[in-house]
């Protein structure tokens, strides 16, 4: 294996940044009828590239099969999400002064959670999607979608028909790509020379700092530090000009750039989240080495809380048919004996099966029909959106668990 940008060679057993065993990839949910058949498990050991620092798993499976017609993902099932994303159009309007001659290009642009709120602005705005269901649900919101992988070939052929784009923006999606370099090369491609990219993706220093192990995921190509994408960026001849934290996906990264050319100066907050990750110590090799303890350490306390439970003769269900969850029920092995129903907002996973763990997902009325005495919060960065919105689980007694950074009960 070498590093998908500077190409070092990462063989080194000191590389390791953590090895989570195998597992299949975390949204190949089953249909009732795949459970009589086996699934392909791959190895989901995470490296560090020593001269770049891009944490990074290998291209086990091709891209193109991870994110294919059948993805379950659908954006806009998250109120708290929707917001976010309102917030952003509204700022990066004003910021950016966009308007009715400006054009937005959003990569990876899902449902058209976003894009709806730059054509309720009158703003030109196009989403590149590569998963045929949801460009299907942006186009019925009436967001032009083009459905196809983002890179630089593709940049050039649409600049060629559609001219260069005044904004490109990419939420969780620059963790996504094999060819990072590729990709980053397509966005300056497409850019216009006085524009701006605006790119999401979940802080590494927020990863480590907080055990988050469980957004390790096939998917998830790379994993980010501020510092690894500035270099990234200036290699295709683009700049970092601002910077903001997030508090989405537990600890996120938004990145504003630039053409290196363009005079537009550089905000304070570039350097003092660049000292910030420096004093935490990302420069050096330590800071890499001490989270398979702590995922080790969180699959341990969670096996025993559900064992307990069992003993006890208390139920557990889960809410959240998230990936991070499928992370962390594999690697705990943890199965439908100790796990038996997990609830989930979204009807495209409700009636399936999560991959690995084989955990029928159910509606959330199911929560209700059962109440259980815990309810352990898969995606426990938005604990407090599914607390507030099932607050019926206190009504008969029930308790919300979470598991990651350490096991809670509140």
Request: net charge negative; proline share 6%.
């Amino acid at each position: 294996m070498k590093c998908r940008h500077c190409r070092t060679p990462l063989d080194d057993p000191r590389d390791v940044f953590v090895d989570l065993g195998a597992a299949p990839p975390s949204n190949a949910f089953l249909r009732a009828g795949d459970l009589a058949r086996p699934e392909l498990h791959f190895p989901l050991k995470v490296m560090t590239c020593p001269e770049c620092k891009l944490v990074q798993v290998d291209e086990l499976q091709r891209h193109d099969a991870l994110f294919s017609n059948d993805y379950v993902y659908f954006s806009s099932f998250s109120s708290s999400w929707l917001a976010h994303a309102e917030r952003y159009v509204e700022q990066a309007s004003e910021r950016l002064s966009l308007g009715r001659d400006s054009l937005v290009v959003e990569v990876a642009s899902n449902d058209g959670y976003l894009l709806q709120y730059m054509a309720a602005r009158g703003i030109p705005c196009v989403g590149i999607e590569p998963t045929a269901g949801t460009a299907e649900a942006a186009r019925a919101k009436g967001i032009e979608t083009i459905v196809e992988f983002f890179g630089a070939d593709f940049a050039r052929r649409f600049v060629a028909q559609r001219g260069r784009a005044d904004l490109i923006l990419g939420n969780n999606v620059l963790a996504h790509v094999p060819d990072i370099d590729d990709f980053v090369a397509g966005l300056r491609e497409a850019l216009a020379p006085a524009g701006s990219i605006t790119v999401e993706f979940p802080h590494l220093l927020k990863l480590v700092q907080e055990a988050q192990f469980d957004t390790i995921y096939h998917e998830h190509f790379s994993y980010l530090s501020l510092r690894t994408v500035q270099r990234i960026f200036a290699a295709q001849g683009l700049a970092v000009w601002d910077v903001e934290t997030l508090p989405t996906h537990g600890g996120s990264l938004r990145v504003w750039a630039q053409h290196a050319a363009n005079p537009r100066p550089v905000e304070a907050r570039v350097a003092a989240l660049l000292a910030e990750e420096d004093a935490a110590g990302m420069r050096g090799h330590a800071f890499y080495r001490g989270l398979q303890a702590r995922a080790d350490a969180i699959k341990h306390d969670l096996l025993a809380f559900l064992i307990e439970q069992k003993r006890a003769g208390r139920s557990v269900a889960a809410y959240g048919a998230a990936a991070k969850g499928n992370t962390l029920l594999n690697y705990a092995g943890i199965r439908p004996d100790l796990l038996p129903f997990v609830v989930d907002a979204s009807p495209h996973k409700q009636g399936r099966f999560l991959p690995g763990s084989r955990i029928p997902v159910l509606a959330p009325e199911a929560l209700q029909q059962h109440c259980p005495d815990f309810v352990l919060i898969l995606p426990w960065n938005l604990r407090e959106e599914i607390a507030a919105g099932h607050a019926a689980v206190r009504g008969w007694g029930g308790r919300f668990v979470t598991a990651v950074p350490e096991l809670r009960i509140f």
